[in-house]
């Protein structure tokens, strides 16, 4: 069965299904995730408050198997960027080009907004995000304590 990317339109009916989701998805790495289903439900709250038309999930089916929040007015050093907060994709989908299309379709979603630059902040240890997005063109900046930036330009 084919994976599809769509805008998530209510939180509401999937919240319980994407908090296990992500807590699927930061398994033994709980360093860089929330890991009380209750701080997990916060966080995507506030992810989508922040993001109403740029929470992108990847669903198989009618499931959702990961998902992507694209920030398009974050401040980062007193400059616009468009800030991917959350990339996840379940263990068994991954290796496929899931987290790719969803990072594809982030930077779409900045270009149309005009933005210049796309940025995060990944676990310094987090080997397997880090090889990911180098991929995806993005290169490594500041650090700060745990955290790395990884930026790249939108042409
Ligand atoms: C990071 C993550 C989103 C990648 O999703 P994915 O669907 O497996 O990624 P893709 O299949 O699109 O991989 C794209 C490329 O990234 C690289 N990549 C992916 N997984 C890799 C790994 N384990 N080791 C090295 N490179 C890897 C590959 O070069 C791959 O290229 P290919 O398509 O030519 O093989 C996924 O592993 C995940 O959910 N991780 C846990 C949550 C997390 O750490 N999120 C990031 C928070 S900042």
Known sequence: MGIGIVPLEQMDPLEDVLVKLYLRCYEGMEEYAYSAPRDVKRYLRWLCRRTPFSFFLAVKGDEPVGFLVADDHWEEDGETVGEIHEVVVAPEERG???GSALVQR???HFREKGL?????WVGRRNKRA????????FKEGDAKGKWIRMERPLE
Do not use: P, Q
């Open 96 to 98: 496929k080009g899931v």
């Open 116 to 120: 210049k630059k796309v940025g995060l």
């Open 130 to 137: 880090k090889a990911f997005y180098t991929h995806l063109g």
């Open 106 to 108: 982030a930077l779409d």
